[in-house]
């Protein structure tokens, strides 16, 4: 077992429910890739072990609340589609002639990119999940990946969710050094897969305790079909059983007030993907009013073909400003609901208390970002309010300079350390090459 590690910094922001800020802290990880204290310098226990100066700030690794990273090999195709024609013109027909290798290259590449901007934890629904899985744990990042699964010609919706099931029961919920792992399912959506499919995949999932992730809601034209038929999405998901286990509503851009109400008595999260709903003129989330109805929202990429980077910072910042856009109110997601919204509040929708936040128990996720910067000139010694300001509004992924996962430095001086990012580039250019052959 490693020895346990003691990094002090200037500024600790342990993404407590306050958002607050330590000044003069320290953050002891524990041999086992967990948080040990984190606080003041002046109170931590008695430490031997090595201990790291940090210059700049330190907070818990972002947490992508919906992605589909392989997509960084469709990254451009029918870049000026509306959602639906984009599916069915350009990235279905694209991902039909994607192999496993294919999946696995996409998806280094996925992680290495956003490891390199912060973000340790992604919730990933894609296909050729093993090799998904592989190339996460080669880039030593972290993910919740639920297999898609669809009902649609070339797919048997049946066999891949008993696969899953399979998968499960052979490996467990999560697995890997670290728990980097967690299985659950990903039925894609209700416009997908019919009434009957959705209530068989929402019985294997709670009957093991797993996190279901589904497509809510996204476009207006799905909606007002879905809407027709039966009542909502939501309502949907509600009559066949599935809200009564673990949910991730991904999008869930066109609610109502019922909508909003079915989901936060049922404690489902949702991943805002204001950067991608905005690209496909999809609409925008009702942030501000599921907030107020204690719904807990993580911010989310989707993936990089239809946003078309993951940049997490980027569409932290763009859930802020859309909010108050939509409301007409310059108040109603400051920096520091922002910044939350990227950490402890992704993690709160995936139902997972131990990431996103620095704290004893959780895991060591952690990120420096340095503060040699523009955003920065001011340097730390500025009100806790100016600092989070300029970290949010000003600051972001070109600020990170060192990544921890469970304990382990993935990302030192800007590099990922277990693969070579311009290889894995590479690799990934030949990929798009060819599909788009």
């Not at 997490?312 to 802020?320: G, I, K, Q, Y």
Request: with cysteine.
């Amino acid at each position: 077992m490693p020895d346990a590690v003691r990094l002090l910094a200037s500024a600790v922001l342990p993404a407590d429910p306050r958002c607050s800020v330590l000044r003069d802290a320290a953050v002891d990880i524990g041999p086992d890739g967990r948080i040990a204290y984190c606080g003041p310098s002046a109170a931590a226990p008695e430490h031997r072990g090595p201990v790291r100066r940090c210059s700049g700030i330190l907070l818990p690794g972002l947490v992508n609340a919906h992605a589909h990273s392989p997509m960084t090999v469709l990254r451009g195709m029918g870049g000026d589609l509306p959602l639906l024609r984009w599916l069915h013109e350009v990235i279905w027909p694209a991902e039909s002639k994607m192999t496993p290798v294919d999946v696995r290259t996409g998806m280094l590449l996925g992680s290495v990119e956003m490891l390199r901007h912060g973000v340790t934890t992604t919730a990933e629904m894609y296909f050729h999940a093993e090799q998904l899985v592989d190339a996460v744990l080669t880039t030593g990042a972290r993910v919740l990946v639920a297999p898609a699964v669809i009902d649609a010609p070339g797919w048997d919706w049946r066999a891949e969710l008993d696969k899953i099931s399979a998968w499960i029961d052979a490996d467990g919920l999560r697995f890997g050094p670290g728990d980097r792992v967690e299985l659950g399912y990903g039925p894609h959506s209700a416009y997908m897969l019919s009434p009957e499919a959705l209530t068989e995949v929402a019985e294997h999932a709670q009957a093991r305790g797993a996190l279901v992730q589904v497509h809510v809601a996204e476009s207006l034209p799905e909606d007002t079909e879905q809407r027709e038929k039966f009542g909502s999405v939501p309502v949907l998901l509600e009559t066949v059983g599935m809200l009564r286990g673990r949910v991730l509503a991904a999008h869930a851009v066109h609610l109502s007030d019922k909508d909003i109400q079915v989901f936060a008595n049922a404690g489902v999260g949702v991943g805002h993907c204001p950067g991608s709903n905005a690209k496909l003129a999809s609409g925008i989330a009702r942030l501000v009013d599921l907030q107020a109805a204690g719904v807990a929202v993580g911010i989310g990429t989707d993936g990089p073909a239809s946003n078309d980077d993951l940049d997490l910072w980027e569409d932290a910042r763009l859930a802020s400003m859309l909010a108050r856009l939509s409301t007409m109110d310059s108040t109603a997601v400051p920096a520091a609901t922002a910044f939350l919204l990227a950490t402890r509040g992704g993690a709160d929708a995936l139902g997972r208390n131990d990431l996103g936040r620095l704290e004893a128990g959780a895991w060591a996720d952690l990120v420096h970002v340095g503060v040699d910067g523009p955003a920065f000139t001011a340097g730390l010694d500025v009100p806790d309010e100016h600092l989070l300001s300029n970290l949010v509004w000003g600051g972001g992924h070109r600020d990170v300079t060192d990544v921890w996962v469970a304990g382990e430095h993935v990302v030192a001086a800007g590099e990922p350390t277990t693969v070579d990012r311009h290889e894995v580039q590479a690799a990934a250019g030949a990929v798009t090459t060819r599909l788009r052959g």
